[in-house]
């Protein structure tokens, strides 16, 4: 694939904004009805008028100086951490999009995950980051400032029981807050929600989803358990050729748009590291090592994830490099991830997440900036690897090396 890769600056730019956006304008989501792609005109503008014509409505008079300011409070309960991100929109006028004003953001380590059998201690993350919402909104905005929490791949890879348990923890934190607790407030978010909502908020923040505007971009999100892909189809093979539950419809801002997306659950980038290393999953965890050629032969540390620790190691009497880890991956995602038609042209994407560590740490990116990659980049920078039992390694999370990080990308 050549697709160009748009590595955004802000890690964190899974903002979450369009679960706001969504709400505001009625977003409903359901699986594209099959009979439908026999009908399909996709236009070259990359966006698709709505199915049935709307009837145009009478306008009223606009307030003269309408401007309002309105906050919410979105929790990311991600697999390697929990973030909270506190936004603030201005709305000037009534018929327009809002705009995002500002937006605080903080993090805690690890996630919500990692209290599986601790629930009362997950909740006390979230309870200390509640306290930097209370330092950023004004007082007077508390009781009409939605709270939400959205819990990903590392609460949708535990046991039911388990992830329900912090759940109910976080919503009586929430119910004890001053803020205002919406309906299904706190739950965890499926894989194709995921994906629209991540495309929904990067084509607000850049500008695609105003009227004005006639091409969108797709998204590529690399998270620590799932990864996931979004994008507008410009041709009616790409819709034809799609497994039927990888098409989704959305109806927004009076336009319909029917996207690809799919969710690769377990293929994040630390639960496919440790799929790789055969431990996802795995039983004899507190003797098990667990050894790849990904890793430098004297490599051995324990990492933790989803609330449980693995042994990992190098393998000291065999060889490390970019053939032997690509392989070892090869055997992990083949046969599973479908390719979409037109992803293998010239397609642009904005990638975050991992992908921008990622890109950061291999010094293919600025770290302030963002940058324009190629998948082939991650590839180029992977085999000059050659040397992983000599680069300084990467505490985040593996204590992996930087190569051995991209090859595993």
Same mark, same amino acid.
């Given at each position: 694939?050549?697709?160009?890769?748009?590595?955004?600056?802000?890690?964190?730019?899974?903002?979450?904004?369009?679960?706001?956006?969504?709400?505001?304008?009625?977003?409903?989501?359901?699986?594209?009805?099959?009979?439908?792609?026999?009908?399909?005109?996709?236009?070259?503008?990359?966006?698709?008028?709505?199915?049935?014509?709307?009837?145009?409505?009478?306008?009223?008079?606009?307030?003269?100086?309408?401007?309002?300011?309105?906050?919410?409070?979105?929790?990311?309960?991600?697999?390697?951490?929990?973030?909270?991100?506190?936004?603030?929109?201005?709305?000037?006028?009534?018929?327009?999009?809002?705009?995002?004003?500002?937006?605080?953001?903080?993090?805690?380590?690890?996630?919500?995950?990692?209290?599986?059998?601790?629930?009362?201690?997950?909740?006390?993350?979230?309870?200390?980051?509640?306290?930097?919402?209370?330092?950023?909104?004004?007082?007077?905005?508390?009781?009409?400032?939605?709270?939400?929490?959205?819990?990903?791949?590392?609460?949708?890879?535990?046991?039911?029981?388990?992830?329900?348990?912090?759940?109910?923890?976080?919503?009586?934190?929430?119910?004890?807050?001053?803020?205002?607790?919406?309906?299904?407030?706190?739950?965890?978010?499926?894989?194709?929600?995921?994906?629209?909502?991540?495309?929904? #908020?990067?084509?607000? !923040?850049?500008?695609? +989803?105003? &009227?004005?505007?006639?091409? *969108?971009? $797709?998204? %590529?999100?690399?998270? =620590?358990?799932?990864?996931?892909?979004?994008?507008?189809?410009?041709?009616?093979?790409?819709?034809?050729?799609?497994?039927?539950?990888?098409?989704?419809?959305?109806?927004?801002?009076?336009?319909?748009?029917?996207?690809? #997306?799919?969710?690769? !659950?377990?293929?994040? +980038?630390? &639960?496919?590291?440790?799929? *790789?290393? $055969?431990? %996802?999953?795995?039983? =004899?965890?507190?003797?098990?090592?667990?050894?790849?050629?990904?890793?430098?032969?004297?490599?051995?540390?324990?990492?933790?994830?989803?609330?449980?620790?693995?042994?990992?190691?190098?393998?000291?009497?065999?060889?490390?490099?970019?053939?032997?880890?690509?392989?070892?991956?090869?055997?992990?995602?083949?046969?599973?991830?479908?390719?979409?038609?037109?992803?293998?042209?010239?397609?642009?994407?904005?990638?975050?997440?991992?992908?921008?560590?990622?890109?950061?740490?291999?010094?293919?990116?600025?770290?302030?900036?963002?940058?324009?990659?190629?998948?082939?980049?991650?590839?180029?920078?992977?085999?000059?690897?050659?040397?992983?039992?000599?680069?300084?390694?990467?505490?985040?999370?593996?204590?992996?090396?930087?190569?051995?990080?991209?090859?595993?990308?």
């Amino acid at each position: 694939m050549a697709q160009q890769m748009l590595l955004l600056t802000v890690v964190s730019v899974w903002l979450f904004a369009g679960y706001f956006l969504a709400e505001a304008t009625y977003y409903n989501h359901h699986i594209y009805n099959r009979y439908r792609a026999l009908n399909h005109h996709a236009n070259m503008d990359n966006q698709l008028p709505p199915e049935v014509p709307v009837a145009k409505e009478e306008v009223a008079p606009r307030p003269v100086n309408f401007s309002r300011t309105f906050y919410g409070i979105m929790f990311d309960a991600g697999s390697t951490g929990t973030r909270i991100h506190i936004y603030k929109f201005i709305q000037k006028d009534p018929v327009e999009l809002p705009v995002l004003d500002n937006e605080m953001y903080h993090a805690v380590k690890p996630g919500l995950s990692a209290y599986a059998d601790m629930p009362a201690m997950g909740g006390e993350t979230i309870r200390q980051l509640l306290k930097v919402a209370k330092k950023t909104i004004p007082k007077e905005q508390w009781i009409q400032t939605p709270v939400v929490l959205k819990a990903t791949a590392g609460l949708r890879l535990l046991p039911q029981e388990k992830a329900k348990a912090l759940l109910d923890e976080v919503k009586e934190i929430f119910d004890d807050s001053p803020f205002f607790v919406p309906n299904n407030s706190v739950t965890i978010m499926n894989g194709t929600n995921e994906g629209v909502l991540a495309w929904v #908020t990067v084509n607000f !923040l850049t500008g695609h +989803l105003y &009227a004005k505007t006639k091409r *969108t971009v $797709g998204i %590529l999100d690399l998270g =620590g358990g799932s990864t996931q892909i979004t994008f507008l189809p410009r041709l009616k093979k790409t819709v034809l050729t799609a497994p039927e539950d990888y098409i989704a419809r959305i109806n927004m801002f009076n336009s319909t748009f029917e996207l690809y #997306t799919h969710s690769y !659950l377990g293929n994040g +980038l630390i &639960a496919a590291r440790l799929a *790789t290393l $055969g431990a %996802l999953g795995a039983d =004899g965890l507190d003797w098990k090592v667990f050894r790849s050629s990904c890793l430098p032969k004297k490599f051995r540390e324990d990492w933790s994830f989803g609330g449980l620790t693995y042994k990992v190691s190098g393998i000291p009497d065999g060889f490390a490099g970019y053939k032997l880890c690509y392989q070892e991956v090869l055997r992990v995602v083949k046969g599973i991830v479908h390719q979409p038609f037109e992803v293998k042209g010239s397609s642009i994407f904005y990638a975050f997440s991992y992908y921008y560590d990622r890109a950061v740490e291999s010094g293919l990116i600025d770290g302030s900036r963002g940058g324009t990659v190629e998948v082939r980049d991650f590839k180029k920078r992977a085999k000059e690897g050659k040397t992983l039992d000599v680069l300084p390694f990467s505490k985040e999370h593996s204590g992996q090396s930087p190569a051995a990080h991209i090859a595993q990308t």
